[in-house]
């Protein structure tokens, strides 16, 4: 147990390392922040639908996925009533989508734990290895997702980072959960995952890409196509 909680701290704390390039660039990135927009965006989709509903979908039926996958868009939705509506009197634009691609991400990695513990639990030889590295990769970028929103809402380096790595937190608790109970927690991968995936999307599609667009179109769909095409090749790469 001690071990699997171990590896899922330090999957954790691989989100913060996403944080640093934008810690970095400093007041640069506000001039960038189109191209950083569009690649979150490009990373945040492309991770949702190769990471997330792919697999949930060799995992599990047509109609759980899609379950779980409205589930994760309605929650986005409410999320963002809860925080605040735009217009007058509400919280500031940047401070709102920091705040929606935190809780997201929050969220997200929950799923991401459990399919952690699962990989220890199972008697697939590498399989848990290869999980881990999957995962340690694919959060680096989800901790630039965060970064890039925290920085446009005033936030300093070491919130950026421990932002990046609260956006993980409940990875190694979500791990050793499921190495205890792999069975039952199995069968929820695939609804876990489909809902992970539909809050990341509407997440991109209502508040990233519109900001994006707004600040800048054309670095913005450069930033996407980077992004995207980054992921693809990660998840072609680790057989993702």
Excluded: K
Excluded at 36 to 44: E, F
Excluded at 91 to 113: D, I, K, N, Q, T
Aim: aromatic residues 8%; without cysteine; proline residues 6%.
């Amino acid at each position: 147990m001690l071990e699997v909680f171990l590896v899922g701290a330090g999957t954790a704390l691989a989100t913060g390392l996403g944080a640093i390039p934008v810690i970095l660039l400093g007041d640069s990135a506000e001039r960038l922040r189109p191209a950083l927009l569009g690649l979150a965006a490009g990373v945040m989709a492309v991770a949702a639908v190769a990471g997330l509903l792919l697999p949930a979908l060799d995992e599990g039926s047509a109609a759980a996925v899609a379950g779980g996958g409205v589930a994760g868009v309605a929650f986005l939705l409410i999320a963002g009533r809860l925080l605040g509506e735009r217009g007058p009197g509400s919280r500031p634009a940047a401070e709102r989508l920091s705040l929606l691609v935190f809780v997201v991400l929050f969220v997200h990695s929950f799923p991401e734990g459990l399919a952690l513990g699962t990989a220890f639990a199972s008697s697939t030889a590498g399989l848990a290895t290869f999980v881990v590295i999957a995962i340690a990769v694919q959060n680096v970028p989800e901790g630039t997702s965060v970064a890039i929103p925290m920085l446009a809402a005033g936030r300093t380096p070491w919130q950026m980072f421990w932002g990046a790595v609260g956006t993980s937190a409940p990875q190694p608790f979500a791990a050793v959960l499921s190495f205890g109970l792999v069975e039952q927690i199995e069968s929820l991968l695939p609804i876990s995952f489909a809902f992970a995936a539909g809050a990341m999307l509407a997440l991109v599609a209502i508040e990233i890409w519109p900001s994006g667009w707004r600040a800048g179109a054309s670095p913005f769909v450069l930033g996407l196509v980077a992004g995207g095409a980054a992921m693809l090749a990660l998840s072609l790469a680790l057989g993702v």
